[in-house]
């Protein structure tokens, strides 16, 4: 990973940080980073959130992962729940750690720190299993996600205001290595 370490992140100390990467990744406007904060540290007050970020010697930090267990009564799992329902996977709802987002920096990617924050993440969850949502489309995050054990559950799965359709995606835990 080319100097870059993996390892516990103060996400609310450092939101700012992690949303210029998720901004650089993602393609993010101004505005759009401003929601993001506020959801973020929302997000981060969840019993059993969990983040990680990727730092370089200079503590900067180039990639994050952050999740916590689903709770049912989470803006995402209410959108995402009738389309796992039509596809019979309504159940994955329960008892499942949510990897709520995962960026890494576009010069710092392809080196394996996705993969190592998304397997480090995981592996100290107590559930036993994972999901997520990804843009519906091949990409490399999609690849990757295929090749920790993901498999599509529902989609194309619509939330508002996205421009674009998601994939819901889920994968037993420990993540295939």
Not at 19 to 41: S, Y
Not at 59 to 80: A, E, K
Request: proline share 7%; hydrophobic share 40%; charged share 20%.
């Amino acid at each position: 990973m080319d100097g870059v370490v993996v390892g516990p992140l103060d996400l609310a100390a450092r939101v700012d940080d992690a949303l210029a990467v998720q901004a650089v990744a993602f393609g993010l406007t101004a505005e759009e980073v401003g929601v993001r904060r506020h959801i973020v540290l929302r997000h981060l007050t969840s019993p059993g959130a969990r983040a990680l970020g990727a730092t370089t010697r200079t503590g900067r930090l180039v990639g994050f992962v952050y999740g916590m267990p689903n709770d049912r009564t989470q803006w995402w799992s209410t959108v995402v729940e009738p389309y796992l329902r039509a596809a019979g996977h309504a159940d994955w709802l329960e008892d499942s750690f949510v990897v709520t987002e995962l960026h890494v920096h576009p010069g710092y990617q392809h080196r394996g720190i996705g993969r190592a924050l998304i397997t480090t993440l995981t592996d100290g969850a107590a559930q036993p299993r994972s999901i997520l949502s990804a843009i519906d489309t091949e990409s490399p995050a999609r690849e990757l996600y295929r090749t920790l054990g993901y498999r599509d559950l529902a989609r194309p799965v619509h939330f508002p205001s996205a421009p674009r359709p998601y994939a819901v995606m889920g994968a037993p835990l420990p993540l295939l290595r």
